[in-house]
């Protein structure tokens, strides 16, 4: 494969996979509500700020994002920690079923499944059924991230640390957890990005107080051509690209 | 140790239980009773809703989910492959190229399905661009159909596999190839028969990656397929919404995660664990 | 809830209200709110049958919705419904004289008819020969540009008009015709879409859709001249939008309160120049010449009310449609 021939190929790929975001973003900008330009204006984002319903419900999707993320990534880590000292098929199975199930089938069976249990709780569904069901399909990504930075870590040192007198838990706070860092780092960051975008399950299983940005989103879709969608897909590309872009900068130097 | 495992473990396992197990439980009791009369379930336990699954109609619908989720998988195969390649042998801007590849997947996928709409509708911006150089008299019918879902899927999957397949290429021994190269063989060569099969594994996590929540997939074939277009997601999805039969649904679920289960043990091998 | 939210919620009560989209003015909820100091959190549904499978658990934390008059009777059989006291809704008097003892809700008990409308084909006016007939939505001519509501009542109503049966039929001999007519159908057709359609009737990307009455006004106002609207020959549906209190609201007074409000004169003008509704609401007297909302009595003798089915019925129609969007 020559070198050349590869890199205009890669630009090929590039261009698709960016270019359809760029031409949102271009014509978020446009002052008519079709696809013909007729005019610079900003009046898209001013009907978005605006908008109290879509800023509540990118609330909504932030909290529940960052909720679950801290607890997914905690849960997954100790399990990741645990699968690594001894391997546990329950678990591990149960995780890979979590992986490969569709989203669909996950939403649905979590709506029977809490349906079935606010008949005897006094509960409903809302932020704690959304946050508990996003916490549930990250675990799994957590624990792949971890487990597989865990693989090439020694275990002599864990077992020289205690072999020094530390007990198991202080080898693993002091020693194991610095090194997995970076992994966890990783997993959080693949933890919220599933979070935030979520919107199959979050859609079943949400509550009248729990519309999220993607719901927001689809409603928005659902109904044809909206510019508004466009300024908030270039919004939030944006966003997330400074984010992105800000987090390399750190880990490069 | 084991008391600082079982502790360890217990959250997860506690999490496993509540959101994978119980729910999955309620799905196959669901899937054997009937239907209220108005949604939710009644006693009678009945096979029926396996059984309808014999209809040639329901069968259409699996196979059609089948071929397009391995259409995508393919295309996203084929696509992937020289990038990947590209980017494992970039030397100091791996990094970079790879935050590319990972930036869109970290914008919303719908809002990705969503750009696709933009651009594909009769009056969207490809037949409007179309029409005004005169290419095209009429807009070409370019949304609602196979065609669109398809690339939509390849165009929200991409990314999933070009991540395993870089992995894998970049882990690979570049002295391989050269000895190849060496010995004489031409480059199409070396990558058939060096560089492809070592990749095997990559290749393997990617399709596997991608086809997997294809066959399920719900949002894309919604948006994109104009609810003509009718996946296995759609059908479940259905069926717990203005159908009002969720044993049918819970069914059509099960018969999903069957054949999507069915495909992963297929494709394992020894020794790849990911978790 | 985000915590500037909630700092709110506690400060004042508050409504949740789910209602179709496009059915209330811009201002109509907020004017609510400052006149009754009730904070109103407004949620949107496209159909039915999206609202009621949120709201059959009976504990889905809405307060108020607006079914339609063919759900009133399932809903009221499934005890999702709280009485209304007519006694807090003294605006019931402005409601026009046929809609003061409808069929499905005589007494008025469970429901306040808010808006109604007709099924119908909307069509860009270029079209020549102009569709007529529900069998003109079945022309191949215009393949790849025809869509129908996303609802298996309405589809199916309309194969059953054509073929000359009752759009509430429940006969598995004429449901079966029809069905075979739709699959039929899905050869030439682009999408099954509710509302939706509006923007793409605008747009330009669809030919000829079976739509509401009033997505199709929405539609003529926003693309003047373009478009048009067909009361079919065979007969076609009709509809009332209603209000309901659901009966797991904790929130019954400020429910009454809202519905009172929306039956006044004022809010129901506001709302159908606003959205291009038809409004129950015999004092409002706006829009009372637009012949797409208020059809003349000949064309409305043509017009079936839609009605709720049987157990048996519902299931089968239930079926039938899944068969049909599955082919």
Not at chain 3, 68 to 74: A, L, R, V, W
Not at chain 3, 228 to 246: K, M, S, V, Y
């Amino acid at each position: 494969m020559r070198r050349g021939g590869l890199a205009v190929y890669a630009v090929g790929v590039y261009a698709f996979l960016h270019v359809p975001l760029l031409i949102l973003a271009v014509f978020s900008f446009n002052a008519s509500k079709f696809t013909v330009w007729q005019g610079f204006s900003l009046h898209w984002y001013a009907a978005l700020a605006q908008d109290r319903d879509l800023i509540e419900a990118a609330g909504n999707s932030l909290i529940i994002a960052i909720v679950a993320t801290a607890l997914a990534t905690v849960c997954g880590t100790l399990a990741a920690y645990a699968l690594w000292k001894r391997a546990s098929g329950w678990i591990s199975g149960g995780l890979y079923l979590s992986l490969v199930t569709p989203e669909i089938v996950t939403g649905v069976s979590l709506l029977a499944f809490f349906q079935w249990a606010f008949r005897f709780l006094n509960l409903r569904l809302g932020m704690h059924t959304v946050i508990l069901a996003h916490v549930g399909f990250s675990l799994a990504y957590v624990v792949v991230v971890v487990l597989a930075r865990l693989r090439s870590f020694d275990r002599g040192l864990e077992e020289a640390a205690m072999d020094l007198g530390a007990t198991e838990f202080t080898a693993f706070r002091t020693v194991t957890v610095p090194y997995l860092a970076p992994a966890i780092a990783a997993a959080a960051m693949l933890a919220f990005t599933v979070s935030i975008d979520d919107y199959v399950i979050t859609s079943l299983v949400a509550g009248v107080d729990s519309q999220t940005l993607p719901m927001a989103i689809y409603a928005l879709a659902r109904r044809g051509v909206s510019p508004m969608l466009n300024a908030v897909s270039t919004v939030i590309v944006a966003g997330l690209g400074a984010l992105v872009l800000v987090s390399e900068r750190l880990r490069a130097r | 140790m084991n008391r600082l495992r079982r502790f360890f473990l217990a959250p997860a396992a506690a999490l496993l239980a509540v959101t994978l197990a119980a729910p999955l439980a309620i799905v196959c009791a669901y899937s054997l009773m009937t239907r209220g009369a108005y949604g939710g379930v009644e006693r009678p336990f009945t096979f029926e809703n396996y059984t309808r699954f014999w209809d040639p109609l329901y069968g259409a619908i699996v196979w059609r989910s089948c071929w397009i989720a391995a259409a995508a998988t393919v295309l996203c195969l084929v696509l992937a492959f020289p990038l990947a390649l590209f980017i494992a042998r970039s030397g100091a801007r791996k990094n970079l190229y790879l935050s590319l590849v990972i930036l869109p997947f970290w914008t919303s996928f719908l809002i990705r399905t969503y750009a696709w709409m933009f651009l594909l509708r009769d009056t969207g911006l490809i037949n409007t661009l179309l029409q005004e150089l005169g290419a095209i008299h009429d807009p070409l019918p370019l949304l609602y159909n196979n065609g669109a879902v398809i690339l939509g899927l390849v165009y929200g999957f991409l990314p999933f596999m070009v991540l395993p397949l870089y992995a894998t290429l970049e882990r690979m021994d570049p002295s391989l190839a050269e000895a190849s190269a060496d010995l004489g063989a031409r480059p199409f060569q070396t990558l058939w028969r060096v560089t492809l099969p070592l990749c095997a594994p990559g290749l393997r996590a990617g399709s596997i990656l991608v086809f997997v929540p294809c066959l399920g997939t719900y949002l894309t074939s919604d948006l994109l397929g104009g609810s003509k277009t009718i996946l296995i997601g759609n059908l479940v999805q259905n069926q717990f919404t203005s159908a009002r039969d969720w044993p049918f649904g819970a069914a059509a679920s099960l018969v999903l995660m069957a054949v999507a289960m069915g495909l992963l043990l297929a494709a394992r091998r020894q020794g790849e664990q990911m978790l | 809830m985000g915590a500037a939210g909630a700092a709110a919620c506690s400060r004042r009560p508050r409504l949740n209200v789910y209602n179709w989209s496009d059915y209330v003015a811009p201002d109509t909820v907020a004017n609510f709110e400052n006149e009754t100091g009730i904070g109103v959190r407004y949620g949107t549904y496209e159909s039915n049958q999206e609202m009621l499978a949120k709201v059959m658990s009976g504990n889905s934390g809405w307060d108020v919705v607006f079914p339609s008059n063919d759900f009133i009777g399932p809903m009221r059989q499934m005890g999702l419904l709280a009485p209304l006291r007519a006694g807090l809704l003294p605006n019931l008097d402005n409601l026009d004289a046929d809609f003061r003892h409808p069929p499905w809700d005589p007494e008025l008990q469970w429901s306040a008819p808010y808006m109604w409308g007709v099924t119908g084909i909307a069509y860009q006016s270029r079209l020549d020969p102009a569709p007529r007939r529900w069998h003109d939505l079945w022309d191949p001519r215009l393949a790849g540009k025809i869509t129908m509501l996303d609802d298996a009542g309405d589809v199916l109503g309309a194969a059953l008009k054509m073929l000359g049966y009752s759009i509430n039929s429940g006969d598995p001999a004429e449901l079966e015709r029809a069905k075979r007519e739709l699959i039929a159908q899905k050869r030439w057709l682009r999408a099954y879409v509710n509302a939706e359609v509006r923007d793409q009737l605008v747009a330009g990307d669809v030919a000829a859709a079976q739509a509401w009455a009033v997505t199709a006004a929405q539609a003529m106002q926003a693309a003047p001249g373009r478009l048009a609207f067909a009361f079919p020959e065979e007969g076609f549906a009709r509809f009332a939008d209603t209000i309901a209190i659901l009966r797991e609201s904790r929130r019954q007074e400020a429910a009454h309160r809202f519905i009172d409000y929306m039956l006044r004169q004022d809010v129901a003008e506001q709302v159908v120049l606003a959205e291009q509704t038809a409004t129950a609401n015999g004092a409002s007297r706006a829009l009372r010449d637009n012949r797409v909302l208020y059809p003349p009595a000949e064309i409305l003798a043509r017009a079936e009310w839609e009605e709720p089915h049987s157990v048996e019925a519902q299931r089968l129609r239930d079926r039938v449609w899944t068969e049909i969007k599955s082919a």
